[in-house]
């Protein structure tokens, strides 16, 4: 899998802004052929923002 989705999204906010923490809630992904196929995650992120 490549850095699309969630995680380019987290990366460039990340590079915008002062990431302080991630609560990751949950996880559920879906595997066919012993490989994940998709998966996502709720969680929670703070971040301060500088002017």
């Not at 969630?6 to 987290?10: E, M, P, V, Y």
């Not at 996880?27 to 998709?38: D, L, P, Q, R």
């Given at each position: 899998?490549?850095?699309?989705g969630?995680?380019?999204?987290?990366a460039?906010?990340?590079?915008?802004?002062?990431?302080?923490?991630i609560y990751?809630?949950?996880?559920?992904?879906?595997?066919?052929?012993?490989?994940?196929?998709?998966?996502?995650?709720?969680a929670?992120?703070?971040?301060?923002?500088?002017?």
């Open positions: 899998m490549g850095r699309g969630a995680d380019g999204g987290f460039r906010q990340c590079q915008r802004a002062q990431c302080r923490s990751m809630k949950n996880m559920e992904a879906t595997v066919e052929n012993g490989k994940i196929k998709s998966y996502r995650i709720n929670k992120i703070s971040f301060t923002l500088e002017d």
